[in-house]
C-alpha cells in the first residue's frame, strides 16, 4: 500500500473525526461519551491551533496526527527543543498494516528538517500497549520523569522521547 502522509485540508475533517473516534473507542480506550471524546473529535479546533496531518492511500484518509510545539494550545509535554506529536488515529480497517508506522516516521523525518528541534515527544496512556511497541521499535524510550496525571483523574500518562 502506497502511503502520502501531507497536511490535512478542511475537506479531509469529517474523515479524520470519523477515524479518530472509531480508532480509540474500537481499542477500547475510551467509551464513546468520554469527555476527552469530546477534544478529539473536535477537528476544527485541533487544526486551528496545530498541525493536523493526514495519512491517504489510494485517494482515501486512513489516518491522522496532530504536531505541535512547547509554548502551543495543543502542546501538553513538548521541551522548546521538540517536536510533540499526540492524536494519533489509524482508521480501525486498515490497522495492523504498518499505516501507524508510516505516519510517525514522517513526522521523525520532518522533525530532523526542522532547524533547532533535537527530538520528537508524545504522551501515551499506560493502557495503550500496543502504540508503545510501535514507538519503541522507532527508537523511542520512556523519560519516566516526564510523566503526569490527567488533570482529576487516576489516569497516569507515559511520555516518550526520541533523541534525533
Wanted: overall charge negative; proline content about 5%; aromatic content about 10%.
Amino acid at each position: 500500500m502506497s502511503i502520502i502522509v501531507r497536511p490535512a485540508t478542511a475537506a479531509d475533517y469529517p474523515e479524520v473525526r470519523r477515524i479518530t473516534r472509531e480508532a480509540y473507542v474500537h481499542a477500547g480506550h475510551f467509551q464513546a461519551d468520554h469527555p476527552y471524546m469530546r477534544v478529539l473529535e473536535d477537528v476544527e479546533h485541533r487544526a486551528e491551533h496545530a498541525q493536523l496531518w493526514v495519512a491517504e492511500a489510494a485517494g482515501a484518509v486512513i489516518a491522522a496526527v496532530t504536531l505541535t510545539f512547547a509554548g502551543q494550545p495543543f502542546s501538553e509535554i513538548a521541551a522548546d527543543n521538540e517536536l510533540e506529536f499526540r492524536m494519533l488515529a489509524v482508521d480501525p480497517a486498515v490497522q495492523g498494516g504498518g499505516v501507524g508506522r508510516a505516519v510517525v516516521s514522517h513526522v521523525i523525518d520532518h522533525a530532523r528538517s526542522l532547524p533547532g528541534v533535537g527530538g520528537v515527544s508524545l504522551t501515551s496512556a499506560t493502557f495503550m500497549e500496543r502504540a508503545h511497541g510501535l514507538y519503541r521499535s522507532l527508537g523511542f524510550r520512556r523519560a519516566p520523569e516526564r510523566d503526569w496525571y490527567v488533570p482529576g483523574e487516576a489516569v497516569l500518562l507515559w511520555v516518550f522521547r526520541l533523541e534525533l
